[in-house]
């Protein structure tokens, strides 16, 4: 069973940056498209970022577009979440995700099947 363990998170103020990393074990995420995705309080956990199994393809929700980046290390088998510029309506606690089945890129959440446990990002204003 494939584990996914994020960290990197943290307090930071408006304007600043910060690289969220997932660490796999028990499995790779070579073969697998994998994503990140955040859950503000009181609202549901939605899709920010997507990688394509082999790091060629990308894709963002429209509010993280041109400051966020994610990359896919296959040796290190890990994801990352690079932000850049961050708001405070990027508070939320971050989950990565790999998909269900290799190959691909997926966003949705019914095509993920590995979860971690998720890391708080706090951004103040």
């Known amino acids: 069973q494939v584990q996914l363990v994020e960290s990197g998170g943290g307090l930071v103020q408006a304007g600043d940056s910060l690289r969220i990393s997932c660490t796999a074990s028990?499995?790779?995420?070579?073969?697998?498209?994998a994503g990140w995705f955040r859950q503000a309080p009181g609202k549901e956990r939605t899709f920010v970022a997507g990688?394509?199994?082999?790091?060629?393809?990308?894709l963002y929700t429209d509010s993280v577009k041109g400051r966020f980046t994610i990359s896919k290390d296959n040796a290190k088998n890990t994801l990352y979440l690079q932000m850049n510029n961050l708001e405070p309506e990027d508070t939320a606690v971050y989950y990565c995700?790999?998909?269900?089945?290799?190959?691909?890129?997926?966003?949705?959440?019914?095509?993920?099947?590995?979860w971690g446990q998720g890391t708080q990002v706090t951004v103040s204003s």
């Open positions: 990688v394509s199994w082999d790091s060629r393809r990308a």
């Open positions: 995700a790999r998909a269900l089945r290799p190959y691909g890129l997926v966003s949705g959440s019914r095509d993920f099947g590995n």
């Open positions: 028990g499995g790779s995420l070579s073969t697998f498209a």
